[in-house]
């Protein structure tokens, strides 16, 4: 149940401290810098090993999103492609959870549609 909790495709929450502390973590900016993408791992007793590429909307003023794989050290690599597309380039091996390559992630009017590169 809690890994289906993280691996929700959206998650809007309201303006908090958690949210900004986010967006000032290292990552890579949006052109029109209101979006911004990081890889997370998670090595968590009760969870198996997972990744997470994260995107946080307007300097954390408007929650996030995700993508999660099973595994960490996965060898992911973010490149914005344009203001709304971020792709996501990836070893060929590894497998998102749940959420098919060209998904958006969204918050309020912002939107960010993620493409999977499998390389």
């Known amino acids: 149940m809690i890994r ?56 954390g003023k408007c929650g996030g999103g995700s993508y999660s794989a099973s595994g960490v050290g996965l060898d992911l690599t973010l490149q914005w492609l344009d203001a709304e597309t971020l792709e996501v380039s990836h070893p060929a091996h590894v497998q998102f959870d749940s959420i098919p390559s060209g998904a958006q992630l969204q918050c ?5 549609r993620v493409v999977l590169a499998p390389r």
């Open 4 to 59: 289906a909790v993280l691996l929700a495709t959206v998650v809007a929450v309201s303006c908090s401290s958690e949210n900004l502390a986010d967006w000032n973590e290292p990552g890579v900016l949006s052109p029109e810098g209101w979006a911004k993408a990081r890889v997370l791992e998670f090595e968590l007793d009760h969870d198996p090993p997972h990744s997470q590429v994260y995107v946080t909307f307007d300097r």
């Open 108 to 112: 309020l009017n912002r939107k960010v």
